[in-house]
């Protein structure tokens, strides 16, 4: 498996590309912004682009995935409880500070239990509303991989007081469908370093049962 991680934008989100070594196809999730450096990285690795999964419709993982479809031909994938999200980023990038990257249409919805594939890599999709209503994480069981978007991360947990966030939710969808898969299992969170699901069970604050 080629994976490449790349912190784009002002935020830094984290964005992958992950592509199969030997049919050169690849996802890109959560292509934010910076899409030159992504697709000078997809050339580097001669691959071609199947597929733009967004993990949620915030502006700093979602801003760029217009212009990078328009560079691949790629389809872009959310989870159709984001579509509302989706339709308010000129709110979300006055809130930043940021020039909106204007309208985004979404060519799929993906959900819980759906696969997203490329060459012989398949992810599964993991619905985890909780930071959005529309969360998902990529859980890729062959490489024990997790992108986990603004779901988890190394120490702690994806805020709740955003539109369309839920404190309960979200701590449903880790206890319930994130903490279910192997400890070993890596973890790539939205922002920030990578870590693992035993690390995160034993040690993050939001996850410890009292
Ligand atoms: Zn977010």
């Known amino acids: 498996m080629i994976h490449e991680i790349l912190p784009v934008g002002p935020l830094q989100c984290n964005c992958s590309v992950i592509g199969d070594e030997t049919s050169r196809e690849a996802i890109v999730i959560d292509p934010g912004d910076d899409i030159d450096q992504i697709l000078a990285l997809i050339a580097k690795h001669n691959l071609q682009v199947k597929q733009i999964v967004i993990t949620h419709a915030h502006i700093d993982h979602v801003g760029g995935a217009m212009k990078l479809r328009a560079a691949t031909g790629a389809s872009i994938l959310l989870n159709q409880?984001?579509?509302?999200?989706?339709?308010?980023?000129?709110?979300?990038?006055?809130?930043?500070?940021?020039?909106?990257?204007?309208?985004?249409?979404?060519?799929?919805?993906?959900?819980?239990?759906?696969?997203?594939?490329?060459?012989?890599?398949?992810?599964?999709?993991?619905?985890?509303?909780?930071?959005?209503?529309?969360?998902?994480?990529?859980?890729?069981?062959a490489e024990n991989k997790l992108i986990a978007g603004d779901t988890l991360f190394?120490?702690?947990?994806?805020?709740?007081?955003?539109?369309?966030?839920?404190?309960?939710?979200?701590?449903?969808?880790?206890?319930?469908?994130?903490?279910?898969?192997?400890?070993?299992?890596?973890?790539?969170?939205?922002?920030?370093?990578?870590?693992?699901?035993?690390d995160e069970r034993e040690s993050n604050p939001f996850l410890q049962k009292s």
Request: proline share 7%.
């Open 81 to 141: 409880n984001d579509y509302a999200l989706l339709k308010m980023l000129d709110m979300q990038a006055a809130w930043i500070g940021m020039r909106s990257p204007g309208k985004v249409e979404v060519d799929d919805t993906l959900g819980q239990s759906d696969t997203v594939k490329a060459g012989s890599l398949t992810a599964e999709v993991l619905h985890t509303p909780g930071h959005t209503e529309g969360s998902i994480c990529l859980y890729f069981p």
């Open 154 to 198: 190394a120490g702690s947990i994806g805020r709740t007081d955003l539109p369309g966030g839920s404190y309960d939710k979200i701590l449903h969808s880790l206890h319930d469908r994130v903490l279910a898969l192997p400890d070993e299992t890596i973890v790539v969170p939205g922002h920030g370093p990578l870590t693992t699901i035993g």
